[in-house]
């Protein structure tokens, strides 16, 4: 049974960083795609960032580029996801999520729909 589980949300000020992690199990986790969403609150989700199956290619939201960086531990089964110089509009429920194309040559989606399996999600406090 695949498994995705976030950590490593929490509290924190403005200007601050912290790195969000996600365990995965239950499948081959190296063959797939790999991507970061988040909810805002009283917002839909929205796509954040995503790195192909093999770490080579990275996407980010343009809300994030330069602050934000993707990265995975096939050995570990763990994507990570560093946040930098946080702002309070970057309070959200941050979820992984596992694309549904085994080996995929296609550039990753930036929609939910193109993502299989998902995690329950961590919240991320941006104080002022």
Known sequence: ?????????????AGDSLRVSCAASGWLFSAYGMA?????PGKEREFVAAISWGGDNTYYADSVKGRFTISRDNNKKAVYLQMSSLRPEDTAVYYCAADGIRYASRPLPQTQNGYRYWGQGTQVTVSS
């Open 1 to 13: 049974q695949v498994q995705l589980v976030e950590s490593g949300g929490g509290l924190v000020q």
């Open 36 to 40: 970061w969403f988040r909810q805002p």
